[in-house]
């Protein structure tokens, strides 16, 4: 069965750099994309981006440009994200998530798997 | 501000039917196919709804999606207590390039 075990809890300062990591199980990790979802307490879902397990091209929400990092490890089936200068508003749970896309005519893109999430803190 | 638009709040007697609007625009819902997740307390989002209306095997059919021009509505029938759960429907954004989703929507079964 579809797997995605995220790492655990994280605390950080202001100013600090933190990477979450997903590792995938039960599929072909290169045949499919991951996407990196955050949801800040009591607030709805954001799409951070996406990574693709094939070729590790990118695509990242514009908000995070330049301050978040995703990238793949195929040897070990385990996506990754970086979220560097952390803020107290990127106090969340991130998710990570599989894209499979749906062919019927036209191209549907959707999200089947989920990561339980990871909780990250910034406090100083 | 979500760039898709639903109600925050809905709620039904158990066995009653219930509906979620999600409102874009045609740089998203018009022109891209929408999904629908459910958010049960304290845990991850779970598919419910992919490709406007299609539904993934061990969602029961009380469950429907459908679409039209710039919305999307989320039906959910035979209301159960266990339905509680925070609602969200998403799509791709081709002005924005970037996946967005509604604000959520908190069913409570009364």
């Known amino acids: 069965q579809v797997q995605l075990v995220q790492s655990g809890a994280e605390v950080k300062k202001p100013g600090a750099s933190v990477k979450v990591s997903c590792k995938a199980s039960?599929?072909?990790?290169?045949?499919?994309?991951i996407s990196w979802v955050r949801q800040a307490p009591g607030q709805g879902l954001e799409w951070m981006g996406w990574i693709s397990a094939y070729n590790g091209n990118t695509n990242y929400a514009q908000k995070l440009q330049g301050r978040v990092t995703m990238s793949t490890d195929t040897s070990t089936n385990t996506a990754y994200m970086e979220l560097r200068s952390l803020r107290s508003d990127d106090t969340a749970v991130y998710y990570c998530?599989?894209?499979?896309?749906?062919?019927?005519?036209?191209?549907?893109?959707?999200?089947?798997?989920w990561g339980q999430g990871t909780l990250v803190t910034v406090s100083s | 501000q979500s760039v898709l638009t639903q109600p925050p709040s809905v709620s039904a007697a158990p066995g009653q039917k219930v509906t979620i609007s999600c409102s874009g625009s045609s740089s998203n819902i018009g022109n891209n196919y929408v999904s629908w997740y459910q958010q049960l307390p304290g845990t991850a989002p779970k598919l419910l709804i992919y490709a406007n209306n299609k539904r993934p095997s061990g969602i029961p059919d009380r469950f429907s999606g459908s679409k039209s021009g710039t919305s999307a509505t989320l039906g959910i029938t035979g209301l159960q207590t266990g339905d509680e759960a925070d609602y969200y429907c998403?799509?791709?954004?081709?002005?924005?390039?970037?996946?967005?989703f509604g604000g959520g929507t908190k069913l409570t079964v009364l």
């Open positions: 039960g599929y072909t990790f290169t045949r499919y994309g």
């Open positions: 998530a599989r894209e499979t896309i749906h062919y019927s005519g036209s191209y549907s893109y959707y999200f089947d798997y």
């Open positions: 998403g799509t791709w954004d081709s002005s924005l390039s970037a996946w967005v």
